[in-house]
């Protein structure tokens, strides 16, 4: 039978990997916090925006173009919920939101009092594109008041049109950019990212919104601390959603090392990409470990065969994971949930797994990794011949 001509070590496939970990993720050191855990000591000021976190937050805000707001908040799907009350948006109403997604969205969407409503994605971007959102008005089963773009595992997507179809249509536009960290430098469109310990830049728990619209930030803020606007006393329904000053030392540690630890992700990354190049039927994202770092290796096999690759590998000692599993309209919460034709979300939930991946993953680790997929997608069998052969 004819392979997909895979080279690889027959000693090499002869034994087991170790067991591997699909993430393994590295915050700031004991070492690198004590500088700031000095400081706190010094202030005695342990919460409820203290120096360290107004620090922390001005440097994430020196990242972006000037005028830009950043928010700190306890999550990143906290920072969505109350992105999406500051907008005031009509109570039911629907938000429209890529089924290509990762949970947290679509739970801060109902948080927010909205009914997510599900659409494709473009099937080389993995992105909800803003035609398909424009399409989606007409026969929408309701008023659609918003709508979320997704950075897919942190591949920024171009924003001009979004910006367009806000000015448009009138709809309040937010990206969920949680593991965009690295790529987001600018925020026409309002942003949220994530701060959790398995991403690039992580603090354990945590995020911020980033903005240029000040009253929307005023809004938020304002909503992550009883309603409070500059007294004790309480305005609007609100929740406690703030980060501690603990939290802004770990993210302060984080920025200090954040120029060499993006090198060591993208050397990592490239060292990924150059063990699988023999192999043309797995496929990155676009840039990925070249013009933009993130935390995890999500790579799409040939149509359908990710849960055979994943079986193969899980039997080998490889951890995978598919970090959105089928894609967020599949599971159970969402059930009642409207939806679109969803025929590439469907096809990429069948086809996209996550490897193991972590900023220290070495050469050898790598191998193993490159070695037992190439293995696995051998025991599939020939590819398809090409369409009209």
């Known amino acids: 039978m004819a392979s997909y001509g895979v080279a690889r070590s027959n000693d090499l496939l ?121 399409d989606a008005l007409q026969g929408a089963p309701g008023p659609i008041s918003a709508a979320i773009l997704v950075a897919p595992f942190g591949l920024m997507p171009d924003l001009a049109p979004w910006l367009a179809l806000r000015e448009e249509t009138g709809l309040q536009v937010l990206l969920d950019a949680a593991a965009a960290f690295d790529d987001l430098q600018a925020a026409p469109v309002p942003a949220v990212v994530s701060l959790h310990a398995t991403k690039v830049l992580g603090i354990g728990e945590g995020g911020f919104l980033a903005t240029t619209d000040d009253i929307l930030a005023q809004r938020v803020r304002q909503r992550t601390t009883y309603g409070f606007r500059g007294s004790r006393e309480s305005h609007i329904p609100a929740t406690n959603a703030k980060l501690s000053e603990y939290a802004g030392a770990v993210g302060l540690a984080a920025l200090d090392g954040w120029p060499h630890n993006r090198l060591r992700w993208l050397r990592t990354a490239q060292a990924v990409r150059a063990a699988l190049l023999h192999l043309p039927q797995v496929g990155f994202q676009p840039g990925w470990g070249a013009n933009w770092v993130t ?3 999500s790579v799409r096999l040939p149509d ?70 190439a293995e696995s997608l051998d025991a599939l069998g020939p590819p398809p011949p090409p369409e009209g052969s």
């Not at 993430?23 to 005695?44: H, K, S, V």
């Not at 967020?328 to 086809?351: K, Y």
């Not at 050898?364 to 037992?372: C, D, F, K, L, Y």
């Open 304 to 373: 359908g065969a990710a849960a055979a690759v994943e079986e193969k590998l899980n039997a080998r000692g490889v951890e995978t994971r598919r970090w959105w599993g089928l894609g967020c309209h599949t599971n159970p919460a969402f059930a009642g949930c409207p939806h679109g034709d969803l025929t590439e979300t469907d096809r990429l939930g069948a086809s996209v797994i996550g490897l193991p991946f972590a900023i220290d993953l070495d050469f050898e680790q790598i191998g193993a990794v490159a070695s037992a997929l």
């Open 14 to 134: 002869a034994k087991p990997c170790a067991p591997m970990p699909v993430a393994r993720p590295e915050l700031p050191t004991a070492e690198t916090l004590l500088p700031y855990l000095r400081r706190l000591d010094e202030t005695r000021w342990y919460s409820n925006f203290g120096p360290l976190l107004t620090e922390f937050e001005a440097r994430l805000a020196d990242r972006f173009e000037p005028q830009t707001h950043v928010v700190t908040c306890a999550n990143a799907t906290q920072g969505l919920t109350l992105c999406l009350q500051a907008m005031d948006l009509p109570q039911g109403s629907l938000c429209a939101l890529p089924a290509y997604t990762f949970v947290a969205t679509a739970h801060a969407v109902i948080a927010a009092g909205l009914v997510p409503y599900f659409l494709d994605v473009d099937p080389d971007t993995w992105m909800l594109q803003p035609q398909t959102v424009r």
């Open 295 to 297: 935390s995890v290796c």
